[in-house]
């Protein structure tokens, strides 16, 4: 017993006396030049992939150096990770949280070590944290995005059962496309009779199940949203099962929207099978997380929250906005 | 020189040399693996991890496996949080609020642990099965009981315990010294051994092998109540999804130890150990600025690598 405690005690003092009281940093910042801790929560999703990118050349092209570190959706993974930037003193901090809540013991670190934190494409809740949010109008382009949808429908003439995916919704980008949603189709009700919304929870397999269920239980379901383009190969999956994957002007064919922008759901524009999406500017957010950082560092004053302002494409204006789209850029490189 | 390494591989500290040694090695790529704020980085994630391998490795001492640790984790942290959280909580206000949360945490953990156990005890089902339906279900529960929603305000004598390392340290502590306690000095502990090695033997022997798995499995749903009190106290948030992806690291650490897959071995301190080692190559690879697929991928590696030595140490302790 005495062994076992003393062991366990001395293997934690050891840790602590053994380690240089310095806190030597890693790379420090020199020649002007930054060092810069991007912590992401996942690098699941072709969005997630593209916004780490977008960021490692920005920072290349200015001569910064990235240290990177992703948690695979486990916040105390994270707040670990954050920890460690923090100790290797970078100059900033690009933070991609698990959600709004568990991401506030992580910046209040950042504050206390007078490091500025920018969160890319997802808010934290109000606390006294100081931090900068890059975010899309989630909520605004759910909404212009579905409402593009329902003018489709109204132009069909009669009225369409409609689906919605949900995304997690402890995701307040989630919520704001939640809304964004629901907004768009209140009083629409004459044309759009929403009959399921499926929770995926950002999970491809619940989404596909999801589908399946609620096209049994409305074969007839004619307009599909989902929170996220990256749920796509769900959606369609589920449609070809039931024989209703078609293109835009066939018999049978379900309205399709998503949001993101994504080489999917540009490949799936290009066909002719997605009506709409609602396109995050991913180049932007890495562009501004990055000036907001170099900004907070100058003592300048910055916004809690700067907007992407982001953009719908549609089969109308594809050709005109492609060149905008990150998903479009992504597929040009596959 | 064999028999060197034949005393090195069955030591009770070879999983403290390897770490010793993995140190020495990566210290000169990443300067600021040896600071302080590096050290106390590592082992405020290393109690938790701690804790919860300890109830894993009680299990897995009786032969057993419980899949169900990490939706413990996510439904404690959940409920506790419902139950104290400033704004919304049963509790809110109440000085009561922290210890009543942590007793109502442990209480889940130790039910879910008893479902578990009497399951496997009485049914005959495989562990594996009733941990996996388990783990479905609670995990399910939890995401339920929000519908996904994470919860802070959480009251500050409860973050406390999990933010503050030496808190944690003091928890671990006593929890370490019970474990061995338990396993080295009482009935219980060699009745865990005896059911791990041969339960129709213990059996025999007059050993209530029912009622020794059912102890395992209460034990390990306690002490990963335990480690998401922690964990929680950590994020500042009661989250359903907290400690969801943790499974690979409480397996790795428990392995890496030397506590066996096939039962009947196992020691805290080996535990102690291998956690150490697990943390301290998860937080070296973040040093040295790897991706999270190399990271994974050595994980993978090292566990491997750890499973192969456990058998190799199975093979030269064979008389």
Redesign the interface.
């Known amino acids: 017993?005495k062994?076992?405690?003393l062991?366990?005690?001395l293997?934690?003092v050891a840790?602590?006396v053994?380690?240089?009281?310095?806190?030597?940093?890693?790379p420090a910042a020199t020649n002007g030049h930054l060092t810069i801790g991007v912590a992401f929560e996942t690098?699941q999703t072709e969005y997630w992939v593209a916004g780490f990118e977008a960021i490692r050349a920005d920072l290349k092209q200015r001569g910064d150096t990235m240290?990177?570190?992703?948690?695979?959706?486990?916040?105390?993974?994270q707040?670990?990770?954050v920890?460690?930037l923090?100790?290797?003193k970078v100059d900033g901090i690009i933070l991609v949280p698990?959600?709004?809540?568990?991401c506030?013991?992580m910046i209040k670190a950042a504050n206390a070590a007078n490091i500025p934190v920018v969160l890319f494409n997802r808010p934290a809740?109000k606390s006294d944290a100081r931090s900068v949010a890059i975010v899309a109008d989630n909520l605004a382009l759910t909404r212009e995005t579905v409402g593009y949808l329902v003018a489709e429908a109204r132009k069909a003439g009669k009225k369409v059962k409609a689906a919605v995916l949900l995304g997690?919704?402890?995701d307040i980008n989630a919520v704001g496309r939640r809304d964004g949603f629901d907004a768009a189709v209140k009083g629409q009700e004459d044309i759009i009779d929403v009959v399921a919304r499926i929770?995926t929870?950002w999970n491809q397999e619940k989404a596909q199940a999801g589908v399946v269920n609620a096209l049994q239980a409305n074969p007839d379901i004619g307009l599909i949203f989902s929170s996220s383009d990256f749920l796509f190969p769900s959606i369609v999956s589920a449609l070809k099962s039931v024989g209703k994957y078609h293109k835009t002007g066939e018999p049978g064919h379900v309205l399709l929207g998503g949001f993101d922008g994504d080489a999917t759901a540009y490949q799936m524009l290009k066909d002719g099978y997605l009506d709409a999406t609602g396109v995050q500017d991913v180049y932007f957010e890495a562009a501004q997380s990055m000036q907001a950082i170099l900004d907070l560092r100058a003592g300048k004053t910055v916004p809690e929250v700067i907007r992407d302002p982001g953009f719908v494409i549609h089969r109308g204006n594809l050709a005109e906005k492609s060149a905008q789209m990150w998903g479009a850029r992504v597929a040009a490189k596959k | 020189m064999t028999a060197l390494v034949r005393r090195a591989l069955l030591s009770d500290y070879f999983v403290l040399g390897l770490c010793v040694l993995y140190a020495a090695v990566v210290v000169p790529f990443t300067p600021s693996f040896l600071s302080v704020g590096n050290g106390t980085n590592i082992l405020s994630t290393l109690f938790p991890l701690l804790i919860v391998a300890l109830g894993q490795m009680a299990v897995l001492i009786t032969g057993g496996i419980d899949l169900s640790a990490t939706a413990v984790i996510g439904l404690t942290s959940i409920v506790g949080a419902m139950a104290i959280n400033d704004e919304t909580g049963w509790l809110a206000g109440s000085p009561l609020a922290t210890p009543s949360g942590v007793v109502i945490m442990l209480a889940i953990g130790a039910a879910v642990g008893m479902f578990n156990g009497l399951a496997v005890a009485r049914s005959g089902m495989p562990p594996f099965m009733v941990t996996f339906a388990s783990m479905t279900g609670f995990s399910g529960l939890a995401v339920w009981l929000t519908h996904s929603k994470a919860i802070n305000a959480l009251p500050s004598a409860f973050v406390v315990l999990g933010g503050r390392t030496g808190v944690a340290f003091g928890i671990a502590l006593a929890v370490a010294g019970f474990a061995h306690l338990m396993l080295s000095r009482s009935l219980l502990g060699r009745w865990l051994y005896a059911v791990g090695h041969n339960p129709r033997a213990a059996l025999i022997s007059g050993v209530p092998v029912s009622g020794v798995v059912v102890s395992a499995y209460v034990v390990s749903g306690f002490l990963a109540a335990l480690a998401a009190v922690l964990y929680t106290g950590q994020a500042e948030t009661g989250s359903p999804v907290l400690g969801q992806r943790i499974f690979l690291d409480i397996i790795g650490a428990t392995v890496i130890g030397g506590t066996s897959l096939s039962g009947g071995k196992g020691k805290v301190l080996w535990t102690v150990f291998g956690v150490l080692f697990l943390k301290l190559v998860d937080n070296s690879m973040n040093l040295l600025n790897l991706s999270i697929f190399t990271i994974t991928m050595a994980k993978g590696a090292v566990i491997l690598l750890a499973a192969c030595l456990d058998s190799a140490r199975a093979r030269l302790g064979t008389p």
């Open positions: 017993m062994s076992t405690l062991t366990l005690t293997a934690c840790l602590l053994g380690c240089d009281k310095s806190d030597t940093p890693a690098l240290l990177e570190a992703v948690s695979d959706s486990d916040a105390n993974r707040l670990e990770q920890k460690n923090i100790t290797r698990k959600d709004a809540k568990t506030l013991p809740d997690d919704l402890g929770p929870e």
